[in-house]
């Protein structure tokens, strides 16, 4: 293998320095040479170790390198006559196993056993798993075969990891796949009904998604699928599915904020690791702007920490979502959940206060002026009505008025650290 790898002809080194298996051009040669000779089944097979990551951040890349060796030895002492492997790059290899579907899934499992008690340096480590997608490579070129194969791979690792799915068996999954759930739900006129309440109700597990890596997809179905079995007893419920297997979404109808939270008391209650959003203000009149509106909130986790359980979506909800997108720097979200609350209450100066704040970030300076003075005598008793005044002022270049309207919250809030902060700044750039 050395001396082909140095052979002074070759246009490229043939083998991988690290693993010893092909290259990428090495192998593509000898796929394409391999389609013009022989006419035997050959499978096409691509290969991805999982949580490849951790061991090089929990046991040190001298570890991960190990892995990478020892994966390919195993699999290069599996391969029979005429079938040959590649590393395509990082925890990315490729096969061509010849015969049928049989011969595929022997060298899947015989590969998976063998990763098992694996120990480096005297110590223990994980499991090798890794999980495979496969294609038929019968008449195909090696660009339809890489990219069939990689969809049945991205398949495997989607639905929890450590598994071979072929990509005909993909394609019969797809084809019989009946709309349901969001799909339908997004674009049903009775959900579209304005004159109608519904509740959407999205609820999970905390660490869910360490709980979908580490047992994978059935596990968490299986939890999720209990836990909608203990609402169902306690309300009816209209609709429900399951939203990229992390979340459990339930519609319900006709009962009151009150009826609904006192019924679902008993799950939070048993529960502490449980989480949720419960959605049916009145705001929302279309059923995709609900769902939408409803996963955001969803995914504040800030929220949840503080309520330790669901939160019914309503102005408060509203608030505490824009303030957590506009702490991590999402100003164009904390601008849209900001606005939903100012036209939810328009006479509130919080409300105003926190639009304008986002307007100002997003170069909305003269619609966050002209609402600020619209609302002058709601506002002038906050501090943060000057602060949003002069940085309206500081970014369209008026230092003077600037300064002017720093001195006059000044005279309200003498003991303002940011004011009084902004007023050295504005002096200090004005070299007053």
Not at 11 to 28: M, N, Q
Not at 162 to 169: R, S
Not at 323 to 332: Q, S
Request: aromatic content about 16%.
């Amino acid at each position: 293998m050395n001396d082909i790898n140095k052979c002074k002809n070759c246009p490229y080194i043939l083998y991988d320095k690290l693993t010893g298996l092909l290259r990428r051009e090495a192998f593509i040669e000898k796929y394409e040479n391999l389609k013009k000779n022989s006419e035997e089944n050959y499978y096409f097979c691509i290969a991805d170790i999982d949580l490849f990551k951790k061991f090089n951040d929990n046991y040190g890349h001298l570890t991960g390198d190990f892995v990478l060796k020892e994966f390919s030895k195993k699999a290069v002492e599996m391969l029979q006559q005429n079938e040959f492997a590649g590393r395509f790059g990082g925890e990315e290899f490729v096969f061509i196993l010849k015969g049928d579907k049989e011969r595929v899934e022997i060298f899947f499992n015989t590969l998976i056993f063998s990763g098992k008690n694996k120990e480096f340096n005297g110590k223990k480590i994980p499991d090798i798993t890794f999980s495979m997608g496969a294609v038929s490579a019968d008449g195909e070129s090696f660009e339809s075969c890489i990219s069939k194969s990689d969809e049945a791979l991205y398949y495997s690792k989607k639905n929890g990891r450590k598994q071979l799915n072929f990509y005909e068996n993909i394609l019969l999954k797809k084809h019989s796949y009946r709309k349901t759930g969001l799909d339908i739900l997004k674009t049903d006129e009775e959900y579209n009904n304005k004159e109608k309440k519904f509740w959407l109700i999205i609820l999970s597990y905390k660490n869910i998604e360490s709980e979908y890596y580490e047992k994978g997809v059935f596990h968490v179905k299986s939890k999720l699928n209990n836990l909608f079995d203990q609402v169902k007893e306690l309300v009816d419920v209209h609709e429900h599915y399951i939203y990229k297997n992390k979340a459990l979404c339930i519609i319900i109808t006709d009962i009151t904020e009150y009826e609904l939270n006192k019924k679902l008391t008993p799950i939070i209650e048993n529960h502490g690791d449980f989480y949720g959003v419960i959605n049916g203000y009145p705001g929302i009149t279309k059923f995709n702007h609900l769902f939408n509106d409803t996963f955001l909130s969803f995914n504040a986790h800030e929220i949840f920490k503080r309520n330790q359980g669901i939160v019914f979506y309503n102005l408060k909800s509203l608030r505490a979502t824009g303030y957590n997108f506009f702490i991590k720097k999402n100003i164009t979200q904390a601008y849209n959940f900001f606005r939903r609350c100012y036209f939810l209450d328009k006479n509130s100066a919080i409300e105003i206060i926190n639009l304008t704040s986002a307007m100002l970030k997003k170069s909305k300076s003269s619609s966050a002026y002209i609402l600020l003075e619209r609302n002058k005598n709601l506002l002038e008793k906050y501090e943060e009505y000057y602060i949003s005044t002069a940085l309206y002022f500081y970014k369209t270049g008026f230092f003077d008025k600037t300064e002017e309207i720093i001195m006059e919250g000044l005279k309200k809030f003498p003991e303002s650290s940011l004011l009084n902060r902004n007023l050295k700044e504005i002096r200090c750039l004005t070299q007053k």
